[in-house]
C-alpha cells in the first residue's frame, strides 16, 4: 500500500492567513491525489482533485501543487468557514489511500 | 445532480454480518464511467476505503478487509451494496457510500454502525 503523510497534525492561526499543508506519498503517484475538507459531524467534501485542479463552486482561496511524492494546499486567506480537517488521497494504486488529516482551527 | 443515501442497521452484533445498502438518486447508477465506493471513518480517526464496484460488476477490495467484504450492485433499483462479515468492536464506525472517478465526489452522508452485543 501507499502510505500518505501529513504535515502538520493540526495548526491554529488567525483570520487572513496563508495556511499550507503539506502530503508526501511513499512511492512516487504522479499528479494522483486529491484534498478533502471534512467538517464534524459531515462527510468530506471534494475541493482539489489531480493535485492542482479546482473543484468547481470550490473558493480560489484554496489552492494545490506538486507531483511525485511531494504536495501542497495552501489557503491563501483563512476564514472561520474554512475550520476543518483536510486529507489527502492518493489514487495511484489500489488501494486507495488516504492521509492521516490535518486539522485547523482558528487562533 | 447525483446524490446518494446509506441505509441499513445501526446495530450489529459482533461476529455477525454488516450489511449496508447506497441508493442513488438523480441519475442512473449504470450511466458513466464510475466506481462506486465504500469508505468507512471510526470516530475520532481517519478514512479508509473499504472497496468499489463498477456498472459491470467488477469489483475491488482493501486487502485488509478482502476476506470479509462482498459489495454488490442492483441496477434495477439504482443501489450498491456493502457486506462486511465476522464484524467486531473494530468495524464500529460510520460509513460512507460515494461515488469513485480517482476522487471521491459526491458521498452520502454517512450512517453510523456500532457493533456491540
Known amino acids: 500500500d501507499i502510505q500518505m503523510t501529513q504535515s502538520p497534525s493540526s495548526l491554529s492561526a488567525s483570520v487572513g492567513d496563508r495556511v499550507t499543508i503539506t502530503c508526501q506519498a511513499s512511492?512516487?503517484?504522479?499528479?494522483?491525489l486529491n484534498w478533502y475538507q471534512q467538517k464534524p459531524g459531515k462527510a468530506p467534501k471534494l475541493l482539489i482533485y489531480?493535485?492542482?485542479n479546482l473543484e468547481t463552486g470550490v473558493p480560489s482561496r484554496f489552492s494545490g501543487s506538486g507531483s511525485g511524492t511531494d504536495f501542497t494546499f495552501t489557503i491563501s486567506s483563512l476564514q472561520p468557514e474554512d475550520i476543518a480537517t483536510y486529507y489527502c488521497?492518493?489514487?495511484?494504486?489500489?488501494?486507495?489511500?488516504f492521509g492521516p488529516g490535518t486539522k485547523v482551527d482558528i487562533k | 445532480q447525483v446524490q446518494l443515501q446509506e441505509s441499513g442497521p445501526g446495530l450489529v452484533k459482533p461476529s455477525q454480518t454488516l450489511s449496508l445498502t447506497c441508493t442513488v438518486s438523480g441519475g442512473s447508477i449504470s450511466s458513466g464511467s464510475y466506481y462506486w465506493s465504500w469508505i468507512r471513518q471510526p470516530a475520532g480517526k481517519g478514512l479508509e476505503w473499504i472497496g468499489r464496484i463498477y456498472t459491470s460488476g467488477s469489483t475491488n477490495y482493501n486487502p485488509s478487509l478482502k476476506s470479509r467484504i462482498t459489495i454488490s450492485v442492483d441496477t434495477s433499483k439504482n443501489q450498491f451494496s456493502l457486506k462486511l462479515s465476522s464484524v467486531t468492536a473494530a468495524d464500529t464506525a460510520v460509513y460512507y457510500c460515494a461515488t469513485h472517478v480517482g476522487w471521491f465526489d459526491p458521498w452520502g452522508q454517512g450512517t453510523l454502525v456500532t457493533v456491540s452485543s
Open positions: 489531480d493535485a492542482s
Open positions: 512511492q512516487d503517484i504522479s499528479k494522483y
Open positions: 488521497q492518493q489514487y495511484d494504486n489500489l488501494p486507495v489511500t
